[in-house]
């Protein structure tokens, strides 16, 4: 997986464990060939030397993984394994950790060679349990080396999610508006999480703005960049400066104030008091921000911010974040439509003011923000301070609609949709396109709306849908939402309407 800025490095350790009664070169071998298979597939591992007997084996293996730069790792059970320290690694380790044994290669070796790992699992699970630590155990998490560095892989990509959310800082300016539950929601959870919030005001943010000059080279260099980005949809030639001076204030002020933690987002008021004061709207900026690795969530949505990060951090590509907008006119669709698997009530648009990166777009424009434009200027006369947006159809291919949100009581929930952006032109503007997921219509009666989720939502470019779940799960996150076959009912559900 290709890894954007702004977002950590993993480095595995494999760990080998050994019960003292069974023989430790089983282990070792067995490590031996796990490391080979996980380097094999493009994994970046540490082959810790110390395989783990007891308590002081467990404390030195944790000594040498961190001197080596470990930041995640592979617990094997090479064989039946010592569960309490093993257990006790991962809970002085402090990365994220995953679980998994070895399997018996051979009917030539159900003597001497056994591990007898799938018996041991079971002891390590409990006592990971008793010791309330955290660990991520694969769908099959006993096997081959070769099935089990399929399974790191993925593990690599949850515990990039992880250590992405606890390193994290949101920047927020602007006061969190009064109509949006999104953006009141607690930030307690978010601390709870390891993430940081810096809260400022528009005024800060205005005077960081007016603090850039217009001839500093940072500004023309970015200029010259938005240029080049646009082509021909530069259709605003005299208001790229203005839009360099914002970003490059919000990129100095991001960097000057990134504090304890290793990675920033943001999360900003875009309007209405925006636009008379600095004479655009920010969604272009926003847009160029989130392909650097540095998503900003609009109207100060702390929580679509940190989705939109793990979106990232999920599939290592641009994000955005859109509301679940309108239903799709069946005129629209027509009859030969591809669907993907979905039915026409399972379609919906999804659409912002123009936030979403070029890299995320079929096509794209600069032009101007419709619905600020009626609000704030003379719809008669040519639009002047909504300029800024970037505009078009979002591109077609698999996508992953995503939130980690806080209830007003403080409880974290979840939901994971993936399914497919549509070819198919939404005759809108904005940055807008056609989504199809599977029996979403359920979904967003009994999900959406009967978890009270709000109207923003992450989106990744890619199905990243099995890596959020297991990422936000290994963050404690327990109601994790997911659109279900008629066969299952949601919680509550009539099932005389469905089946």
């Not at 070819?423 to 009967?450: E, T």
Request: aromatic share 10%; proline share 7%; hydrophobic share 45%.
């Amino acid at each position: 997986m290709a890894t954007m800025p702004n977002t950590p490095q993993i480095k595995l350790a494999i760990v080998a464990v050994s019960r003292d009664c069974f023989p430790i070169d089983l282990s070792r071998k067995r490590s031996r060939e796990l490391v080979k298979a996980c380097r094999a597939a493009g994994l970046k591992v540490y082959a810790c030397p110390t395989i783990i007997e007891n308590e002081n084996d467990a404390l030195e293996a944790v000594v040498k993984c961190r001197e080596n730069g470990a930041n995640a790792a592979v617990v094997y059970l090479g064989n039946f394994g010592p569960e309490g320290p093993l257990s006790i690694f991962a809970q002085y380790f402090g990365g994220p950790v995953m679980l998994c044994g070895a399997a018996e290669e051979s009917k030539d070796t159900l003597v001497g060679g056994r591990g007898d790992a799938f018996c041991g699992m079971l002891s390590a699970s409990y006592n990971f349990d008793l010791r309330d630590v955290p660990v991520y155990m694969p769908q099959m998490p006993v096997g081959l080396p070769g099935e089990l560095a399929e399974k790191a892989v993925h593990f690599a990509a949850v515990a990039r999610c992880v250590l992405g959310v606890q390193g994290v800082k949101i920047i927020a300016f602007g006061p969190r508006p009064q109509d949006f539950f999104a953006c009141n929601a607690p930030i307690k959870p978010l601390y709870e999480l390891g993430v940081e919030v810096m809260e400022n005001s528009e005024l800060d943010m205005h005077l960081l703005f007016q603090d850039v000059a217009e001839d500093d080279k940072d500004v023309k260099a970015t200029v010259r960049d938005m240029k080049r980005e646009l082509g021909a949809g530069a259709t605003y030639p005299d208001l790229l400066p203005k839009l360099a001076r914002f970003e490059v204030a919000l990129t100095r002020f991001a960097e000057e104030n990134i504090g304890s933690k290793e990675y920033v987002i943001f999360a900003n008021k875009c309007w209405p008091a925006f636009e008379p004061a600095f004479g655009f709207v920010p969604c272009y900026v926003n847009s160029r921000l989130a392909t650097r690795g540095m998503p900003v969530a609009c109207e100060v949505d702390l929580y679509g911010a940190l989705s939109e990060y793990l979106c990232l951090l999920a599939s290592g590509k641009p994000v955005t974040l859109l509301d679940i907008n309108n239903t799709v006119p069946a005129d629209l669709i027509g009859k030969k439509a591809d669907l993907k698997g979905a039915k026409a009530e399972d379609l919906f648009m999804g659409f912002h003011c123009g936030n979403s990166p070029s890299a995320c777009m079929k096509d794209c424009a600069m032009s101007y923000q419709l619905i600020m434009n009626r609000l704030i200027e003379d719809p008669k006369a040519e639009p002047d301070i909504t300029r800024g947006t970037l505009e078009g159809q979002l591109r077609p291919g698999p996508a992953t609609f995503f939130r980690l949100q806080s209830t007003a009581d403080g409880y974290l929930q979840s939901y994971v949709a993936p399914g497919n952006i549509l070819d198919i032109k939404p005759n809108s503007f904005g940055g807008i396109g056609v989504f199809a997921i599977p029996n979403f219509a359920r979904f967003y009666r009994h999900v959406l709306l009967g978890m009270h989720f709000p109207h923003h939502g992450a989106v990744a470019f890619d199905n990243a849908a099995k890596v959020l779940f297991d990422a936000v799960k290994l963050l404690g996150v327990e109601e994790i939402g997911v659109p279900l076959p008629k066969t299952m009912l949601y919680p509550g559900e009539n099932a005389f309407e469905v089946l």
